[in-house]
Structure formats: C-alpha cells, structure tokens
C-alpha cells in the first residue's frame, strides 16, 4: 500500500482500547483513543482492498477526509495497527445507529422529522458538490445519533468501495439491494446522485413505521401472462406502507422519492425543504428534546441502578457462597466439637463413678476409724481411769502415811511442849516474884506457837 498518499492522515497519538463497538457488512468498528478523545476505527475487510482496490481505497479515503458538515460522519484520520499494511478509518464516536435507536425506543414525531431532516442536510452538502458526491448506502445502519439526536450520515465511501470490489466479483449492485432502485439493480447499472434519494424514501419509512421496509419481489408473473410484470416500488412495500396513518405529512414524499423513474424523484434539497416546512407546523422541539434528555437521563440512571443491582446480586452471591462454606466449616467443627464433648462426658461419667466409689470406700474407711477410735478412746479412757485411781490410791497411801506421821511427830512436840511446861510452872512456883510475869510470857509463847503438821 502507497503510505505515502494516506500520510497526512496519519494519527500519531492513537490507543486502542480493545473494545469492539460493531460489526458490519464492510468490517469490524472498534473504539480507540486519539489524543484523549474517545473515536471510532473502522477496520475495513481485507477482501475489500486487495490489490486492485488499493489505489481507489486511498482516494475514497481523501476524499471523504476533505468532507466537513455538521451532518456527515467526520473522518479524523487514519492508522495503522501493528504488523498490518491496512489503514483503520477514524471516525469520530457516535453512541448509537439510528437503527439500534428505532429497536430501542419509540420516538416522538417530532424526533423521527428532525432526524430526516439531518439525513436530507447531509445529503443536500453531498449532492451540492460538483461532481455530485452519491452515497449509495444510506440505510438507517449508517445513520449515526449523537446524545442529543442530532443525526450524521456515515461509511461515505466505503459502499463505493465495496462496489468496485463486487464488480470484480462480477456482481453489480451497489450497498444494501433492499433500498435500491431498480436502476441500480441492473447488470449494468447506470446511476445517478438520484439512487440516494430512493434511499431516503426508503429511510423515511423505516423511520416513521420502525421496520426496516423489506420490499417484495421486484417481477410478478399475473396468472395466465407472459413475462414478468415489474411491481412499482411504492408497491413492494405497501405492507409497511399500510401501517403509516394516512395524515402522516412525509407520506408524499416518501412516495415521491420511492418514484421508480429517477427523473421523477425530487433532488434531495426539495425534500430537505419539504420536511422542514413540515417540521416547522410541528409543537416546538425544545420541550421534546428535553422530554427525551430526560428519558436518556432516567434510562441512564436505570442503567446504573440495573448495573448496581447486578452489583450488589454478585456480592450476595459472593457472600451466600461465603456464608455456605462458613456454615459448612462451622457445622463440622460443632459436630467436632460434639464428639469432643461426649468423649469428655464419657470421661467425666467415669471419673465420677471412680470418685464416688472412692468416697463410698472413704466413707467407710471413715465409720470404721471412727468405730475404731471409740473403742480406742474408751479402751484408753478406763486405762487412764485404772492408772488414776492407782495412782491417787498410792497418792493416798503416801499422803496418809505422812499425816500419820506428822500427826504422831506433833503429838510427841506436844507431849514435849507439855512437859517443857509443866517444868517451867514449877519453876515458877519455885519464884513468886517472876512467876506472874513469866507466867504471862510463857502463856503467850504457848499461844503464839503454831501447830506445826509436817508435809
Ligand atoms: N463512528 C462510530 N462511532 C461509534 N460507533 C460506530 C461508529 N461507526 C460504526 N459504529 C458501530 O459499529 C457498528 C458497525 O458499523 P458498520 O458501519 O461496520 O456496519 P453497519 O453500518 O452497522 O452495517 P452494514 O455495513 O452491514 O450496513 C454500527 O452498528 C455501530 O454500532
Ligand atoms: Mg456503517
């Protein structure tokens, strides 16, 4: 592949997060960051850019590079991933196809008009350059809504691409055949900035039903007729057709663009001005725009509550599991536990049992020794008594043999005392003068003299 000519669009600052955003016909759509703003790189199928397709792929690249409008998918630029010779298209990110939009959510009129609106703008700027730029693949696939549903027309090239790929594959039709015209489904097609408008009545019927319009056979064969009677357009489409209430304002010039002579079909600027008028008539879009910044907003936050929700699901689950294997461990270390604390009854039983046969043997023991010792203490106390009475009968003994003795010593003081006296007396006798004195004294020696009793 010649770099060279794609080198000015070379993203020096370019990140691949690795998230895929889609896949489509044409290749994979992946998000990538580009100096810190999040875009989107389209990786183009290889079989698309082969040899022969090369030189053409670079020019449709520049060109849709040099294409700037509000309505048309920016082409920011090109890299190229490691160890491939095949650029990615940059483009800058959308968060959501129309077509995804008309699966999710019903959309208020208004909505569905200022979205046809900006596609025919988009157009308009592709059709007003000289030579008239044709998409040839407008379909709601490659309508692309900003957060604010403003609408961008995008993959300008990549079906032009695509044809010149088919035409070597020796098949003619350009982009998605269900919203072609016949003129392009021809063998040898021969088109004009025209094809898109069909594709745009096409888109308008996608838009105000919510289906994409699959059209029926293009050739019907009347029954007993030869050939192949052509359907009108309009007319392979009638079973979505005839769910479009009647008063719908873009009716007519959807019909007008689904014209199957080219001639016949308005330039897309009159269409642009057509469904401008028609808008204009509706309530003002401020308040709808806001009714659905509102609902994005609700949705939103639905979304992060749903997310939380799954959250917080997973951490109950995480803890349930928790809590299992807790009561799990738990109830084998009680059923341990249990089996611990009847061993140790056992034990405690036993040890009881052996306890109360030892005290029961004590006990006796006991009455025995108490038994014993009763008989003991009365052995003992008659021995004591006997040796008493022994001993104070010797006690006795002595004692009375020293009073007697004392007595029988005392008895012989006296007799010796006396006959002291009775000298003395007769002493006196013998001495009158004295005597009554000594008489006196002696009396009362007598007295003063105790009786001396020995032990
Ligand atoms: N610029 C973009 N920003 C964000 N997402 C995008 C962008 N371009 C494409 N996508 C996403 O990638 C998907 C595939 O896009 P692609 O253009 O390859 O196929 P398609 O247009 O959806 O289908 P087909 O080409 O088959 O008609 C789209 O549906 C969209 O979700
Ligand atoms: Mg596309």
Redesign the pocket.
């Known amino acids: 592949m010649d770099r060279g000519q794609l080198q000015p669009l070379l993203l020096p600052d370019l990140k691949e997060t690795g998230k895929?955003?889609?896949?489509?016909?044409?290749?994979?759509?992946t998000?990538v960051i580009v100096s810190g703003t999040t875009?989107?790189a389209?990786k183009l199928h290889p079989a698309i850019i082969q040899g022969y397709t090369l030189k053409r792929f670079c020019d449709e690249v520049l060109l849709h590079s040099q294409q700037r409008h509000p309505n048309i998918?920016l082409l920011i630029g090109v890299y190229y991933p490691r160890r491939s010779k095949l650029p990615m298209l940059v483009?800058?990110?959308?968060?959501?196809?129309l077509?995804?939009c008309l699966e999710r959510e019903e959309l208020p009129l208004q909505m569905k008009y200022s979205i046809l609106l900006d596609v025919a703008k988009g157009l308009c700027y592709l059709h007003g350059k000289r030579p008239p730029i044709v998409h040839r693949?407008l379909?709601a696939?490659?309508v692309?809504l900003t957060s604010s549903y403003s609408a961008?027309i995008?993959?300008l090239g990549?079906?032009r691409l695509a044809d010149t790929f088919k035409m070597h594959e020796l098949t003619t039709a350009p982009?998605?055949a269900m919203v072609m015209p016949p003129e392009a489904l021809k063998d040898n097609p021969v088109y004009d900035h025209k094809l898109d408008v069909f594709s745009y009545g096409c888109l308008i019927l996608h838009v105000l039903t919510g289906q994409f319009p699959q059209p029926t056979n293009q050739f019907v064969q009347e029954p007993g007729k030869e050939p192949f009677k052509r359907v009108p357009e309009w007319d392979r489409r009638s079973s979505y057709i005839k769910n479009i209430p009647k008063v719908n304002e873009l009716l007519p010039l959807a019909k007008h663009c689904l014209s199957d002579a080219p001639s016949s079909r308005p330039e897309i600027v009159d269409s642009y001005h057509f469904v401008e008028q028609v808008l204009s008539k509706c309530p003002k879009m401020q308040n709808v725009m806001q009714l659905m910044k509102e609902k994005e907003a609700a949705k939103k936050h639905v979304c992060e509550l749903n997310a939380e929700n799954e959250t917080l699901r997973a951490e109950k689950v995480e803890i349930e599991k928790q809590l299992r294997a807790d009561r799990e461990r738990l109830t084998a270390k009680v059923a341990s536990l249990q089996n611990t604390l009847s061993l140790k009854e056992n034990e405690f039983n036993y040890c009881t049992q052996v306890l109360r046969e030892i005290i029961r043997s004590r006990d006796e023991q006991l009455v025995k020794l108490q038994e014993d010792n009763v008989e003991l203490l009365k052995k003992r106390e008659a021995d004591l008594k006997e040796e008493h009475l022994t001993e104070l009968a010797a006690m006795k003994e002595e004692y009375e043999a020293k009073l007697l003795a004392a007595t029988i010593e005392h008895k012989q003081q006296l007799c010796e005392s006396h006959r002291e006296s009775e000298v003395r007396v007769s002493e006196v006798l013998k001495e009158p003068v004295k005597s009554s004195q000594a008489l006196k004294d002696t009396a009362a020696q007598q007295q003063s003299t105790p009786l001396a009793i020995d032990g």
């Open positions: 895929e955003l889609g896949r489509g016909a044409y290749g994979v759509v998000e875009c989107a389209k998918v483009m800058e990110y959308l968060p959501l196809s077509t995804q693949d379909t696939n490659n692309l961008k995008s993959d990549v079906s982009g998605n």
